[in-house]
């Protein structure tokens, strides 16, 4: 029917790449400083892991759901 | 439980952020984190917005979604503040036999829909639970489940705003009215713009933010506890004589932290709560009946079962975390009255705040937001549904145009809104937020289980007998309310203990109103005269002709995945026995 041309997928890609460059870049930004959040378990650098972890997590989804690049079936299905 | 007057409940809402200092201070990459979010939610509403040119695409969202956004959607709906805050307050208060309402208390009425319901619902093409009350029953029985769904809505709906604030309160000290209507704005925009293909859209979205945001606090909660063996041996220290982590073994007594016996799990949770709420609250099975086809709609609710079986990791594994390291949180009638304390209910922002710095607490807090807006646009999309469908065309404007209800739809959406912002101010006075959520469910939703599930599978069910069976059922649920509210000695007749505690009482009560409804439906059908198979068609077990599915590989058989997801559901309850 090609209602809807974006994937609900690709947005969840967006999403989280955006999420995992922001937090992934501020973890790394505190591992360089030295100096990080006053948090339980700060040594364990969890913005780095976490926000790496979305950020390859959602370049994959961007990567396969890109517009344009879909099945030929109803565009939202993402399938 | 108490409801506050009116006035005293907004006062009380009013005076909360002069009593608490807030927990934390957002960084400016937090912001920007949310913003992205809100961003998002709007720029869907609006791309989807020329796609809703019928009732059918606005109501239904075309019915044209695979199994999986079915499915994701269908669970992200009821992962409103109920999931992420009151269940978290709950294994706080009950321990681990909170996770009874994610595994006996959904898990096998979710496969039910799934194999044995979802059929009727499809095939009939009804528009709403309501509307097959309509066919099978008649009009008065649909009129009379519209309006207590309506109400039923809305209360929710207040319930979710009332959540978010408190977070955005204890978190971050945001006035209370401020996070109330930002919230509601945004859902209402992106509900009338993009209808339920929009809802759908940001649920599945909300689903996976949920847990890229909640996800981190258990985990790091273990490695802070030392494992599940270590978070165990610190209950026990703190909590001595106490059991929060077994799902079955205190149960065959009331002596237990819910102070509930397994029956009431079983049958009051497990049976009428559970199978009345998966099975015909409309608010999820909206979600299903937009599915592209009968597979898809009844794969949907299996897919859902296998995601709803881990939700208590990032749910009930925290509230039992802070039964651990935080062993101090008091009821919120206490907190409210202790300089400095914290209350139970507020026990997933402070695990929040505990882990997460810059970037991660802004995260969190979006996931808690995507909770309360997913659980919002459910409420507000199923409300706008029935009241466009089953009340307003079906009592009030019988032969419009299909483009006057689109236009209903819409400003029905904002309707629902503004009436969940009224009832949000109610919810302010009560010990734990799902307490109230599971009294609301008896009220409702289990006489309605009756109707429903004796009009799929018994013929000989007739109209005036499931009219009468769902009035007394409701009425049965609201009268033992107000008795035990007037006279407390009454629970050890509702409940069959005095020591049974307000969720048990709910278990109970839920369980009595089913059982009048069911007795009062076949009663009176045994003798009213019932419907000929011609007019069951499509609607009843026995009298309909199912379409032929082609065959599938089994790994797209829905009965396969559903025996997966069942052997799992066994597996978990023995691990944790």
Not at chain 2, 26 to 43: K, Q, R, S
Not at chain 2, 212 to 233: D, F, N, Q, V
Not at chain 2, 405 to 418: A, H, K, M, P, Q
Request: hydrophobic residues 55%; proline residues 4%.
């Amino acid at each position: 029917m090609g209602k809807t041309d974006i994937s609900i997928w690709y947005f969840n890609g967006l999403l989280l790449t955006a999420y995992g460059l922001m937090i992934g870049g501020y973890g790394i930004y505190e591992l360089v400083r030295g100096q990080t959040a006053p948090v339980v378990l700060a040594h364990l650098h969890a913005p780095v892991w976490w926000g790496g972890g979305m950020l390859i997590l959602g370049l994959f989804y961007c990567i396969r759901f890109a517009p344009g690049k879909r099945k030929p079936q109803p565009a939202h299905q993402g399938e | 439980m108490r409801i506050a007057p009116h006035g005293n409940a907004l006062a009380a809402l009013l005076l909360i952020p002069a009593q608490h200092q807030r927990m934390a201070h957002l960084a400016p990459l937090d912001f920007a984190v949310i913003a992205v979010y809100f961003a998002m939610v709007i720029f869907i509403g609006f791309y989807l917005k020329q796609r809703n040119d019928t009732s059918e695409e606005f109501f239904l969202a075309g019915r044209e979604m695979t199994a999986w956004i079915a499915g994701l959607s269908f669970i992200s709906a009821n992962m409103g503040s109920l999931e992420l805050m009151g269940w978290a307050a709950a294994s706080y208060q009950y321990g681990i036999l909170a996770a009874h309402a994610y595994w006996i208390g959904a898990i096998p009425a979710m496969l039910f829909l799934g194999l044995v319901m979802m059929p009727f619902y499809y095939v009939s093409r009804t528009h709403s639970v309501p509307g097959y009350l309509k066919l099978r029953f008649g009009e008065s029985s649909r009129l009379l489940a519209a309006i207590s769904f309506a109400v039923m809505t809305v209360l929710m709906s207040g319930i979710n705003m009332y959540a978010m604030a408190l977070v955005m309160k204890v978190v971050l000290g945001w006035n209370i009215n401020f996070s109330i209507w930002v919230s509601s704005v945004t859902v209402a925009s992106y509900v009338a713009l993009g209808g339920l293909r929009s809802a759908i859209f940001n649920e599945v979205l909300q689903f996976v933010l949920i847990w890229a945001g909640a996800l981190l606090i258990p985990i790091l909660g273990l490695i802070e506890t030392h494992g599940w063996t270590g978070m165990r041996a610190r209950i026990a220290q703190n909590f001595p004589g106490q059991d929060f982590t077994h799902l079955w073994h205190g149960l065959g007594t009331f002596n237990n932290p819910m102070g509930v016996h397994w029956t009431g799990i079983v049958f009051g949770m497990g049976l009428v709560i559970s199978f009345g709420y998966w099975t015909t609250d409309f608010l999820v099975i909206q979600r299903v009946l937009s599915a592209k086809n009968l597979r898809a709609a009844q794969m949907a609710p299996v897919i859902g079962a296998a995601f709803k079986m881990l939700v208590p990791v990032i749910v009930i594994l925290p509230g039992m975390i802070a039964l651990a390291l935080l062993p101090h949180l008091l009821p919120e009638s206490v907190a409210a009255q202790t300089p400095g304390a914290y209350s139970y209910n507020e026990v997933l922002p402070l695990m929040l705040v505990r882990y997460c710095g810059p970037g991660l607490l802004g995260l969190g807090i979006t996931a808690l937001i995507a909770g309360f807006m997913s659980g919002m646009a459910g409420n507000v999309s199923a409300f706008s549904a029935v009241w466009t469908y089953d009340i307003y065309q079906a009592q009030i404007n019988k032969r419009a145009a299909d483009h006057h209800y689109v236009v209903v739809g819409r400003w029905s959406t904002i309707l629902g809104v503004l009436a969940s912002i009224g009832a949000a101010y109610l919810v302010m006075q009560f010990a734990s937020i799902m307490d109230y959520a599971q009294a609301l469910f008896s009220f409702f939703i289990a006489p309605l289980f009756g109707t429903v599930i004796l009009g799929m599978l018994w013929k000989r069910a007739t109209s005036a007998g499931g009219f009468w069976g769902l009035l007394s059922g409701t009425l049965t649920s609201v009268g033992l309310y107000l008795w035990v509210h007037f006279n407390p000695a009454a629970l050890a007749h509702v409940a069959f203990s005095v020591h049974a505690k307000m969720m048990a009482e709910n278990f109970y009560r839920a369980l009595w109103a089913w059982s009048v409804c069911i007795l009062v439906t076949v009663v009176v059908s045994l003798g009213t005269t019932p419907k000929t198979d011609a007019e069951l068609n499509g609607l009843v077990y026995g009298a309909t002709v199912l379409p032929r599915q082609e065959a599938v590989p089994l790994y797209k058989n829905h009965w396969f995945w559903a025996a997966v997801v069942m052997i799992l559901f066994l597996m978990v309850n023995v691990v944790f026995w």
